[in-house]
Structures are given as structure tokens and as C-alpha cells.
């Protein structure tokens, strides 16, 4: 069964820190990009990072440096590291993959990737 399963999100106060995970089984990601997107209630699903399968890395602007993304080929999982956490980081986040060539212009769009998981909810509150 092809299936991606986040993990890592929580309930942090502001200025804390959490590490996602975004796990792969019935599949290998290392052919993959894979994309790190996040849906606030009420709002669109936007991207925030993304890793091509070459190691290639992209942020959306509002991370800022504070959000770093890697991938572990041996653990068939890419994560999406997190600090400096602000309420209005608090959303749903979800991972997904794509074979896309052109990761650099598309890899933080929606509707390049075709697999995605549950998502898991990070809230920032104090």
C-alpha cells in the first residue's frame, strides 16, 4: 500500500520548536520530490518546502530561515525542521510527492504533486 504518514506536530508556544516527519511506505522517496504544504482553517493549502530528489531545496518566503528541510533515504523519510514557531504558523501540515522535472519553478505549487498524507496539526499558542 503506497501511503505517506506525517508525524511531529503538536501544541508549542511561541518561539518553540517541532520536527516533522513524513514517512513513505510501499514506495522509495529518493526518486521523489517531496513538498512540505500547510492549510490554516479558512485559508488555502500553501506550499513551505520542498526537496528534489537531487537535494535541491526550496522555501516559501514566510519561513524565513527558520524552517530547514532534509531527507534520510536509509529511513525512507524527508523532514521538515522547524524553529521560531509564531501563532501564525498554526495550521494543518501536510506532505506530499511528485515526479516533476521542473521542481524549481513548480516544487512549492499544489498541483504538481499527486500523493499525500493525512496531514498532522501543529498549533503555536501560549
Known amino acids: 500500500q503506497v501511503q505517506l504518514v506525517e508525524s511531529g506536530g503538536g501544541l508549542v508556544q511561541p518561539g518553540g520548536s517541532l520536527r516533522l516527519s513524513c514517512e513513505a511506505s510501499?514506495?522509495?522517496?529518493?526518486?521523489?520530490?517531496v513538498g512540505w504544504f500547510r492549510q490554516a482553517p479558512g485559508k488555502k493549502r500553501e506550499g513551505v518546502s520542498a526537496?528534489?530528489?537531487?537535494?535541491?531545496?526550496y522555501y516559501a518566503d514566510f519561513t524565513k530561515g527558520r524552517f530547514t528541510i532534509s531527507r534520510d533515504n536509509a529511513k525512507n523519510t524527508v523532514y521538515l525542521q522547524m524553529n521560531s514557531l509564531a501563532p501564525e504558523d498554526t495550521a494543518v501540515y501536510s506532505c506530499?510527492?511528485?515526479?516533476?522535472?521542473?521542481?524549481?519553478?513548480?516544487?512549492?505549487?499544489?498541483?504538481?504533486?499527486?500523493?499525500w498524507g493525512q496531514g498532522t496539526q501543529v498549533t503555536v499558542s501560549s
Open positions: 506530499a510527492t511528485s515526479m516533476m522535472m521542473n521542481h524549481h519553478l513548480y516544487g512549492l505549487q499544489v498541483w504538481p504533486y499527486d500523493n
Open positions: 510501499g514506495f522509495t522517496l529518493d526518486k521523489y520530490v
Open positions: 526537496i528534489s530528489n537531487r537535494d535541491s531545496k
